[in-house]
């Protein structure tokens, strides 16, 4: 019996092979081995730039390489709630509440 999501994860493949960058840098990139840079680049997106204008090629690789882009995406969500939590003084907090 067929699957009527067969079509949509054929077209996903399709897509895959037809438009993944290629850009050997990025390919190769090991996330573990480029913590540096990729740390640089979710700060800067976090501070409200666009990767799409910092580096294009990474954000067209995040969108077929799933984990890379969760990744990225839960770095920049953290440092964005660092950046809120900023002069938050925690001493405040009703201890008992905590309980």
């Not at 990474?58 to 953290?78: H, I, P, S």
Request: aromatic letters at 8%; glycine letters at 4%.
């Amino acid at each position: 019996m067929s699957n009527p999501h067969d079509g949509e994860e054929l077209d996903q493949l399709l897509d895959f092979i037809v438009n993944a960058p290629a850009d050997e840098t990025l390919i190769k990139m090991d996330c573990n081995d480029c913590c540096e840079k990729i740390s640089r680049l979710a700060e800067q997106v976090a501070n409200g730039a666009e990767l799409s204008e910092i580096l294009p090629e990474m954000q067209k690789f995040m969108r077929y390489w799933g984990d890379c882009r969760e990744e990225f995406e839960a770095l920049v969500a953290v440092l964005k709630q660092e950046k809120a939590l900023e002069g938050f003084d925690f001493s405040e907090l009703d201890n008992s509440s905590l309980s």
